[in-house]
């Protein structure tokens, strides 16, 4: 079965300061992942996605993620930060084939922004 | 595009009650999703409907769930008899179907309803 483990329940940076949230997943080869965004009482908006090609993909909202076969890894990333940033982040995990839409999401991290 | 509505947004209701959600998808996307995201959470798959039939359902959807998407447009997903263990944020999601039958496909979220079982 595939899952996603999201390590850091809580984030805090500084605005303007690097960000980096983990992700890892398993799953039987390599899956479709994404990256979603929820702000507060809200629905979850796509930051990026990756299906195959360039591991290094971008997203909105200047975001970056990139697949790491070997370490089962989808890691996101922002060079800098800003207040409007602080929300809800959750990595997903979908299979590339199987027949129906199965997508997995994690526990997901809290990301505070502090001036 | 409009994006993915649902309503209503919150929905506050005394146990035992029947609870009816709406959810309209983006207009062109084939694929529809419920979840169900309780604090501290992510989302949960509850169903998923491609066009008019339903293909999947949760081992989360019990008996008093059900739902349905007449003529494959938007969908209703009703809660009877609903209990405190209900309340969770609903969240529906369209996609449209362009890859392979068998490929994930991106989904794209509604903002949610909110339940409250009092």
């Known amino acids: 079965a595939q899952s996603v483990t999201q390590p850091d329940i809580h984030i805090t940076v500084s605005e303007g300061a690097s960000l980096e949230l983990r992700c890892n997943y398993s799953y039987g080869a390599t899956p479709y992942l994404f990256w979603y965004v929820q702000s507060p009482g809200q629905g979850l908006q796509l930051l990026l996605k990756y299906f195959s090609g360039d591991t290094l993909v971008q997203g909105i909202k200047g975001f970056e993620a990139e697949f790491k076969r070997s370490q089962s890894s989808f890691n996101l990333r922002k060079p800098s930060v800003h207040w409007s940033d602080a929300a809800e982040y959750f990595c997903a995990v979908g299979p590339v084939s199987g027949g129906y839409q199965k997508v997995t999401f994690g526990t997901g991290t809290k990301l505070q922004v502090i001036p | 595009d409009t994006g993915v509505s649902q309503n209503p947004r919150h929905k506050i209701t005394k146990r035992g009650q029947n609870v009816t959600f709406r959810c309209d998808p983006i207009?062109?996307?084939?694929?529809l999703y419920w979840y169900r995201q309780t604090l501290g959470q992510g989302p949960e798959f509850l169903t998923y409907f491609q066009n008019e039939a339903q293909l999947e359902k949760s081992r989360l959807l019990s008996d008093r769930f059900s739902a349905e998407r007449p003529k494959g447009s938007f969908s209703t997903l009703e809660i009877q008899r609903t209990e405190q263990g209900d309340s969770a944020m609903y969240l529906c999601?369209?996609?449209?179907?362009?890859?392979?039958?068998?490929?994930?496909?991106?989904?794209?979220f509604g903002p949610g309803t909110r339940l409250t079982v009092l």
């Open positions: 999601a369209s996609s449209q179907n362009k890859e392979s039958q068998e490929s994930t496909d991106t989904q794209y």
């Open positions: 207009s062109e996307h084939n694929r």
